[in-house]
T-cell receptor
């Protein structure tokens, strides 16, 4: 079975603060992919990143960075110098070998206050 | 570029009424298609997926059904809605194959009264 846990239900920060969203996953598959999606108030899910299980190199894209650690089964997402536009619900997701669809975590609601 | 459309954007229906939600994808061919439901304040639950015309797999048994009459069209239906069917319904597509990122439509917010 696959499972994704996002223990932080809601996080509130002030603009320009850094914030890390945690994601812990469980899978017995040796090959799998991890994803992060952003869901702004409009509701549409926006794809942010895909990372495969063989690539533990951290990735940075502008103010966003991702830390993948297989040893702790975690794929954490950090926003540096947060902005009000970052306010959204963020979902971590997993897909494993031979599976057809993503297993999503329950999401973390990020509120960035001006 | 690819785009995905869903309609209607919002819908209010009485209990026991039928349902038809439509999703279409443009700019790609032979996509995998998916229907998810997101209950208020919760994560996404996969309802159906399709790897081709007429091929539907159900993840969760319930009073909903799905059909794929054309390559880039995916329809979610119900003959009689329940209160518990209320939620935010999202359609998604990916390129096919394995492990590809899914791209989501704008969603339909369904309220069953």
């Amino acid at each position: 079975a696959q499972k994704v846990t996002q223990a932080q239900t809601e996080i509130s920060v002030v603009e320009k603060e850094d914030v890390t969203l945690d994601c812990v996953y469980e899978t017995r598959d040796t090959t799998y992919y991890l994803f992060w999606y952003k869901q702004p108030p409009s509701g549409e899910l926006v794809f942010l990143i895909r990372r495969n299980s063989f690539d533990e190199q951290n990735e940075i894209s502008g103010r966003y960075s991702w830390n993948f650690q297989k040893s702790t089964s975690s794929f954490n997402f950090t926003i540096t110098a947060s902005q009000v536009v970052d306010s959204a619900v963020y979902f971590c997701a997993l897909i494993g070998t031979g599976r057809r669809a993503l297993t999503f975590g329950s999401g973390t609601r990020l509120q960035v206050q001006p | 570029s690819q785009t995905i459309h869903q309609w209607p954007a919002t819908l209010v229906q009485p209990v026991g009424s039928p349902l038809s939600l439509e999703c279409t994808v443009e700019g790609t061919s032979n996509p995998n298609l998916y229907w998810y439901r997101q209950a208020a304040g919760r994560g996404l639950q996969l309802l159906f997926y399709s790897v081709g015309i007429g091929q539907i797999s159900s993840e969760v048994p319930q009073n909903l059904s799905a059909s794929r009459p054309q390559d880039r069209q995916f329809i979610l239906s119900s003959k009689k809605l329940l209160l518990s069917d209320s939620g935010f319904y999202l359609c998604a597509w990916d390129r096919g194959g394995a492990y590809n990122e899914q791209f989501f439509g704008p969603g339909t917010r369904l309220t069953v009264l």
